[in-house]
């Protein structure tokens, strides 16, 4: 019966990022640099709290966009930390980020559309957007610093442009937009009939400067989506917040109460407790990681890495392989693997923009970060 199912799931591939974890998982005595997950417990806090929500029986259905309480402390936690203005009503409580891509772009994507990601980039988007019948349009954004900015959006915005995706701070690349570089690009666009998709899972996780949305300047034009998973190191908890103007989030509302009906009861309590008594939970696990940044950019440069860019959020590294690999990323993967059994995420996972590239996480320890890039310098050189 396989050939009687959707040809364009059929078509869809694994994460590559998954592939690679997964053929690495249970090797003894690997250092995985791959998944994008902190190392830090959920604060206690947290957990207690949704415990206390299984002990009082609160393991029913919520409202379909979640408990009115979460929500509205989801509002003063956007106003408070980002300038952001949406009520309550204009929130939504999804099952994690990723269900909250998934219901945002299958309710503004049509066959034929055109939805613009800058490239490398997250492998979440470009399946849901081929499911919906739209086709993705990269940016190579390789020659830029990784950023998806104004002048390269000119090029490539035509008459079915229906989305733009800005996930900032970005997995892989772990830069960031400045407020200049976020109004450019409101600019741009204001008045096009072009929706932003804002995928700010990372924005509590940012160390030179305060993450700044782009909603702030295109409200109207902009949805908002975000999460507990990493800056509350909440990963199964399964909490994300989609926010858009009400005249948008009242239809997206269809199509997640259709998909998972509410995001879980239990979690959403946990998830009251981190955006109320746990708002600033994610400061210690910055300070953490920025002492890893500063680390693993002196280590790369040390090994010769050419043109390391240092991050400006989020907890990942995007390298430009060696020249000996010629351009191979999963080959230089690969033989980092079987010869000094550290395990990083090959660039191709991140399109093909990525090729040339392997992303390294540094949300572990530092003990196992020191071993795994002493194992790295071993292994470059060794040729």
């Given at each position: 019966?396989?050939?009687?199912?959707?040809?364009?799931?059929?078509?869809?591939?694994?994460?590559?990022?998954?592939?690679?974890?997964?053929?690495?998982?249970?090797?003894e005595?690997?250092?995985?640099?791959?998944?994008?997950?902190?190392?830090?417990?959920?604060?206690?806090?947290?957990?207690?709290?949704?415990?206390?929500?299984?002990?009082?029986?609160?393991?029913?259905?919520?409202?379909?966009?979640?408990?009115?309480?979460?929500?509205?402390?989801?509002?003063?936690?956007?106003?408070?930390?980002?300038?952001?203005?949406?009520?309550?009503d204009?929130?939504i409580?999804?099952?994690?980020?990723?269900?909250?891509?998934?219901?945002?772009?299958?309710?503004?994507?049509?066959?034929?559309?055109?939805?613009?990601?800058?490239?490398?980039?997250?492998?979440?988007?470009?399946?849901?957007?081929?499911?919906?019948?739209?086709?993705?349009?990269?940016?190579?954004?390789?020659?830029?610093?990784?950023?998806?900015d104004?002048?390269?959006?000119?090029?490539?915005?035509?008459?079915?442009?229906?989305?733009?995706?800005?996930?900032?701070?970005?997995?892989?690349?772990?830069?960031?937009?400045?407020?200049?570089?976020?109004?450019?690009?409101?600019?741009?666009?204001?008045?096009?009939?072009?929706?932003?998709?804002?995928?700010?899972?990372?924005?509590?996780?940012?160390?030179?400067?305060?993450?700044?949305?782009?909603?702030?300047f295109?409200?109207?034009?902009?949805?908002?989506?975000?999460?507990?998973?990493?800056?509350?190191?909440?990963?199964?908890?399964?909490?994300?917040?989609?926010?858009?103007?009400?005249?948008?989030?009242?239809?997206?509302?269809?199509?997640?109460?259709?998909?998972?009906?509410?995001?879980?009861?239990?979690?959403?309590?946990?998830?009251?407790?981190?955006?109320?008594?746990?708002?600033?939970?994610a400061?210690?696990?910055?300070?953490?990681?920025?002492?890893?940044?500063?680390?693993?950019?002196?280590?790369?440069?040390?090994?010769?890495?050419?043109?390391?860019?240092?991050?400006?959020?989020?907890?990942?590294?995007?390298?430009?392989?060696?020249?000996?690999?010629?351009?191979?990323?999963?080959?230089?993967?690969?033989?980092?693997?079987?010869?000094?059994?550290?395990?990083?995420?090959?660039?191709?996972?991140?399109?093909?923009?990525?090729?040339?590239?392997?992303?390294?996480?540094?949300?572990?320890?530092?003990?196992?970060?020191?071993e795994?890039?002493?194992?790295?310098?071993?292994?470059?050189?060794?040729f």
């Amino acid at each position: 019966m396989e050939e009687k199912m959707n040809p364009r799931v059929l078509e869809l591939q694994l994460s590559g990022i998954r592939r690679f974890f997964n053929m690495v998982a249970g090797t003894e005595g690997m250092i995985s640099l791959t998944i994008g997950q902190p190392d830090f417990p959920t604060p206690l806090h947290v957990k207690e709290a949704g415990k206390r929500a299984i002990d009082e029986n609160f393991t029913s259905y919520t409202h379909n966009a979640g408990m009115l309480e979460l929500r509205k402390a989801a509002s003063d936690f956007m106003k408070e930390k980002y300038r952001l203005d949406y009520d309550e009503d204009e929130v939504i409580i999804t099952s994690g980020a990723s269900q909250g891509i998934d219901v945002t772009l299958r309710s503004i994507l049509v066959e034929g559309d055109e939805c613009i990601l800058p490239g490398p980039v997250y492998p979440g988007y470009e399946p849901i957007i081929k499911l919906s019948g739209a086709k993705p349009v990269h940016i190579d954004t390789t020659s830029n610093g990784f950023k998806l900015d104004a002048s390269l959006l000119k090029t490539a915005i035509t008459s079915k442009t229906k989305c733009i995706i800005l996930p900032y701070p970005s997995n892989p690349t772990g830069v960031s937009l400045t407020a200049e570089e976020l109004k450019e690009i409101a600019d741009l666009i204001r008045g096009r009939g072009i929706f932003v998709v804002a995928d700010e899972i990372y924005s509590e996780l940012t160390f030179d400067r305060s993450h700044r949305s782009i909603a702030e300047f295109l409200r109207d034009q902009t949805i908002v989506i975000n999460g507990l998973s990493k800056s509350h190191s909440m990963t199964g908890w399964r909490i994300g917040m989609v926010m858009a103007p009400k005249a948008v989030s009242q239809h997206l509302l269809k199509v997640h109460q259709y998909n998972v009906s509410c995001a879980t009861s239990v979690s959403q309590k946990a998830a009251l407790a981190a955006l109320t008594k746990g708002k600033d939970d994610a400061i210690p696990m910055k300070d953490a990681y920025r002492k890893r940044r500063e680390y693993v950019y002196k280590r790369l440069v040390g090994m010769g890495f050419r043109n390391v860019i240092k991050p400006d959020g989020a907890f990942y590294y995007f390298v430009e392989i060696p020249e000996r690999f010629n351009g191979d990323s999963f080959e230089f993967c690969l033989e980092l693997v079987q010869k000094e059994k550290v395990a990083v995420v090959p660039g191709e996972a991140f399109s093909v923009m990525g090729e040339g590239y392997f992303r390294l996480s540094y949300a572990c320890s530092m003990e196992e970060l020191e071993e795994g890039l002493d194992r790295m310098e071993n292994f470059l050189a060794s040729f």
